[in-house]
């Protein structure tokens, strides 16, 4: 009985139930785009895209998703549930996962870049405001510095396991992979009850 008891207050002492279900699907995500990061340019390479190509769809990510932050940073402040926001995004960047098994040019990899640019743009903001509502007040600088420690073994985890089924299995099944790990994070979060978070 006192293991138990002991288990249950170190659960509460490191971060509070919405803290760890918000790290533990965040890290589904970040685990499925840090699978494809460190082989991305031999993937463009494969369409028969060159370096040029992969700093293009790097850009079209990053300007979609500079964009609509701005935007998406507002309507996380006007919404009752901003999670419900972070679901959306979750679920357009495992669209985006998706769309990459049927790239066969550079311009639908745009496509498809600018789809997870959008995804990940509409859910960072709000998930930064759902993590916070949630922080403790004098635990707030380590329980953002769990989540820094999070992204960091997450792109360790990703980049491996990442390179193994590429090697192994090709990029469709990789890509089916990290579409899977983004659409159960949004499904799991969606299917909480409201007082969760």
């Given at each position: 009985m006192d293991k138990i008891t002991t288990f249950l207050h170190l659960k509460k002492v490191f971060f509070n139930r919405a803290l760890r279900i918000l790290l533990i699907t965040n890290?589904?995500?970040?685990?499925?785009?840090?699978?494809?990061?460190?082989?991305?340019?031999?993937?463009?390479e494969d369409i028969g895209g060159n370096l040029l190509d992969a700093s293009f769809a790097g850009g079209a990510f990053a300007l979609s998703a500079g964009i609509t932050s701005l935007l998406s940073g507002r309507l996380s402040d006007k919404v009752k549930r901003p999670e419900l926001v972070v679901v959306f995004g979750y679920i357009l960047i495992g669209i985006g996962y998706t769309l990459y098994i049927f790239v066969s040019s550079i311009w639908f990899l745009l496509v498809c870049q600018v789809i997870i640019g959008l995804g990940e743009a509409i859910y960072s903001p709000a998930f930064d405001a759902v993590y916070s509502n949630h922080l403790t007040e004098n635990k707030m600088g380590r329980e953002w510095g769990a989540w820094e420690s999070m992204n960091y073994f997450s792109a360790a985890v990703g980049a491996?396991?990442?390179?193994?089924?590429?090697?192994?299995?090709?990029?469709?099944?990789?890509?089916?992979?990290?579409?899977?790990?983004?659409?159960?994070?949004?499904?799991?979060?969606?299917?909480?009850?409201?007082?969760?978070?």
């Open positions: 890290a589904l995500i970040l685990i499925a785009n840090y699978m494809l990061g460190p082989i991305y340019a031999i993937f463009v491996f396991v990442g390179g193994l089924i590429a090697v192994n299995f090709g990029f469709d099944t990789l890509f089916i992979i990290m579409a899977t790990l983004c659409l159960l994070s949004a499904l799991y979060i969606y299917k909480l009850p409201k007082t969760a978070l």
